[in-house]
Structures are given as C-alpha cells and as structure tokens.
C-alpha cells in the first residue's frame, strides 16, 4: 500500500493548515481566516473525489480523512471559542456534546464488531456541509452560537443516524464494510 499518494497529501495539508488557521484566529485576522478555511475546505473536497477517480482510495487514505475532520471539527470549536470570547461556555459545550456523540459511535461499533467502522453514511455528508459552511458565516455575521447550534445539530443527528446505522447491522454486513473499504465506496443509508 502506498501511503504517500495525492489524495493523501491533500488530507496532510488539510491537517498542516490547522497551526496557520489558529495563528490567524489568535490575530484576529479575518481575511486569513476566511482565505486559509476556504482552502482546508477544498482539500477535504478534493482528497477523497482524486482517490476515487485515480483508483488510489485507500482504508490509511480514509482513516487520515476522518483523523483530520476530527482535527478540524475541534479546531472550528476552537477558533470559534477564540473569536467570540463571550459564548465561549456555550461554545465548548457544544463541542464536548460532539465529541461525546462522536464517542457513542465508536463504542456502539466497538462493541458489536470488534473495530471503529466508519461509513459514508448521507446524513454524514449532509452534516459536513453544514458543519463546515457555519464557521465562516459566524465570523463573517458575528452570530456564533446560532451558527455553530445549526451545525452542532446537523452533526449530532448524523451521529445519532450513524449510532442507530450500527445497532441494525449484522455482522456479516460490518466484514463486508471492512472488506469493501478496502479501496472502493462503500453503500450509503
């Protein structure tokens, strides 16, 4: 398996630009911020779009993925806790909420199959999108809390959707998942 591939380096520098995000945030420099988040966004477009088109899909390749949305995800918390000091409370409490339900998944998956899956579930894109769409329109509206709300929302449904994906699943079905993502796009919910 190769590791260093295109995909993959698209996903390394995702993670990479989480230090010059967080220089800018701590300068409160919005135009950075928007300009550097907007390019974190199109690698994570990006990584997993050339993996499939090239054949260079990888289960490391997906594993970086996710790494690195966590990594992001606790990072948009972060900033946005940084910026909008007043909501600060609310705002860690939101990401303590997300990490907890991020948790719940993989116990419930751990439990029943012996490992962490993670599939692409729709609801998953979905909350992605709305995830990421909520950091730049806070700091552009000043309006953190009900932002980050929607997208700690979106993303606490696509957990609760992923934990209830794996109540259902058989375990036939979880070594089929393993066994496809091995390289190949897994079925959707």
Same mark, same amino acid.
């Given at each position: 398996?190769?590791?260093?591939?295109?995909?993959?380096?698209?996903?390394?520098?995702?993670?990479?630009?989480?230090?010059?995000?967080?220089?800018?945030?701590?300068?409160?420099?919005?135009?950075?911020?928007?300009?550097?988040?907007?390019?974190?966004?199109?690698?994570?477009?990006?990584? +997993?779009?050339?993996?499939?088109?090239?054949?260079?899909?990888?289960?490391?390749?997906?594993?970086?993925?996710?790494?690195?949305?966590?990594?992001?995800?606790? +990072?948009?918390?972060?900033?946005?806790?940084?910026?909008?000091?007043?909501?600060?409370?609310?705002?860690?409490?939101?990401?303590?909420?997300?990490?907890?339900?991020?948790?719940?998944?993989?116990?419930?998956?751990?439990?029943?199959? !012996?490992?962490?899956?993670?599939?692409?579930?729709?609801?998953?894109?979905?909350?992605?999108?709305?995830?990421?769409?909520?950091?730049?329109?806070?700091?552009?509206?000043?309006?953190?809390?009900?932002?980050? !709300?929607?997208?700690?929302? =979106?993303?606490? =449904?696509?957990?609760?959707?992923?934990?209830?994906?794996?109540?259902?699943? +058989?375990?036939?079905?979880?070594?089929?998942?393993?066994?496809?993502?091995? +390289?190949?796009?897994?079925?959707?919910?």
């Amino acid at each position: 398996m190769r590791y260093v591939t295109w995909p993959n380096a698209l996903t390394a520098l995702r993670i990479a630009l989480i230090a010059p995000i967080t220089l800018a945030v701590a300068r409160r420099s919005i135009a950075w911020i928007l300009a550097l988040y907007a390019l974190a966004a199109l690698t994570d477009v990006f990584d +997993g779009l050339i993996a499939r088109r090239t054949g260079t899909a990888s289960h490391f390749g997906a594993m970086l993925d996710g790494f690195a949305d966590i990594l992001f995800g606790i +990072g948009i918390f972060a900033w946005s806790a940084t910026l909008f000091p007043q909501d600060r409370a609310a705002l860690l409490a939101m990401l303590a909420l997300s990490l907890a339900f991020l948790l719940a998944g993989g116990v419930v998956s751990l439990a029943r199959f !012996g490992r962490i899956l993670s599939p692409h579930l729709q609801s998953a894109r979905v909350a992605a999108v709305v995830v990421a769409a909520m950091f730049p329109l806070a700091v552009l509206s000043g309006y953190p809390l009900t932002l980050m !709300g929607i997208g700690t929302a =979106a993303f606490l =449904a696509a957990r609760v959707h992923a934990i209830a994906y794996f109540a259902r699943l +058989g375990k036939e079905e979880a070594i089929a998942i393993v066994s496809e993502r091995k +390289g190949k796009k897994i079925r959707t919910a």
